[in-house]
């Protein structure tokens, strides 16, 4: 009688935690959508807003549906501003910057996490007081470096400045310390290799999630950014996507409608990126996590 009344309380308690457990599931997965439906709502309110018209965006109610007018929308921003040339001169500076950031980030960063040189501490601290400084504070020099060198008007002056910054070096330092061992470089050293075939056969191949985040992170911010371009591209035939987008907003009578199909326009190509990369930067920590 003893051994059943165990055996009845065991599989009670057996029964309490399995649905206590898939309680907390259910629950998760509920905030969860939640969160990706409130993720969402601002790109699906941007299409309802760039498919209606002005008067529909300020009617009340607000219209939650998407309207007629999405084709026609798109079509007065194409004749309104040079939307693919300045989209080229876009994906020039966004493609090349990322990758020279890719590349000098990481490199820095390997040799800032791996090696002991002069100065490493004095170095690394003034890198990390740089990027404390507010970036308006370097637009006139950084214009006037630009103009000396005779690359203001030029999309070099879009690329050259952003090939590294202090995030990113910061960013991939601290994951190298953490993700690469002493004694892979240690192995490599006894075959013989030298310092950047370490970091390009050892490091780069362990540094993908990382470089993944960081290549989402650079590209979307040269994407969107509009202040340097705005003060260094000096002619208005060769400006990129954000620039060529504020000239849709005017001082009186603003078309909100023909601005938010700009804007619904621009964010596309983000969007691609971001699935693109985020699928690798998944993949990637799912095939570290299941090696260790």
Known sequence: MAVDERERATGSAGLAIGSGSRLT???VRVVLLLGV???LFPFYWLVVMASGTTEDIYSYPPKLVPGPHLLDNMGRVLDTVDFFGSLFNTVVVAVV???LVLFFDSLAAFAFAKYEFPGKRFLFGALLATYMIPAQLSLVP???TMAEFGWAGSLTALIIPGAANAFGIFWMRQYAQNSLPDEL???GRIDGAGFFRLYWQVAMPLFRPALAFLGIFTFISIWNDYIWPLVVMIDPDRVTLQVAL?????LYNTDYSLVMAGALMSVVPLIVVFLIGARHFLRDLAAGATKM
């Open 246 to 250: 504020a000239n849709l907003n005017v």
């Open 142 to 144: 950084q214009f006037v």
């Open 97 to 99: 910057g990322t990758a």
């Open 37 to 39: 439906l409130i993720s």
């Open 25 to 27: 599931r259910v629950c």
């Open 185 to 187: 470089l240690d192995a």
